[in-house]
């Protein structure tokens, strides 16, 4: 069986590999930003909670 280079490059285990490991990376990256912005999120609705409670006592 013959295999062309183009074969190797985007069907190649090695591509396959790298290309996985790339996008778990791009996920891990993903999910740690919206953590970071829930959590801004959630800080701001508590701010608002306490000035809404402040303002009814």
Known sequence: MITTHSEIARHGE???S???EHLA??????????????????QALAKLA???????H
């Not at 990376?25 to 959630?42: G, N």
């Not at 306490?50 to 009814?56: L, P």
Request: proline fraction near 0%; avoid cysteine; hydrophobic fraction near 40%.
């Open 14 to 16: 090695v591509y396959r």
């Open 18 to 20: 790298a290309r996985l």
């Open 25 to 42: 990376r791009q996920m891990m990256r993903h999910i740690e930003r919206t953590d970071a912005s829930a959590q801004e999120v959630e």
């Open 50 to 56: 306490e000035a809404n409670m402040a303002e009814r």
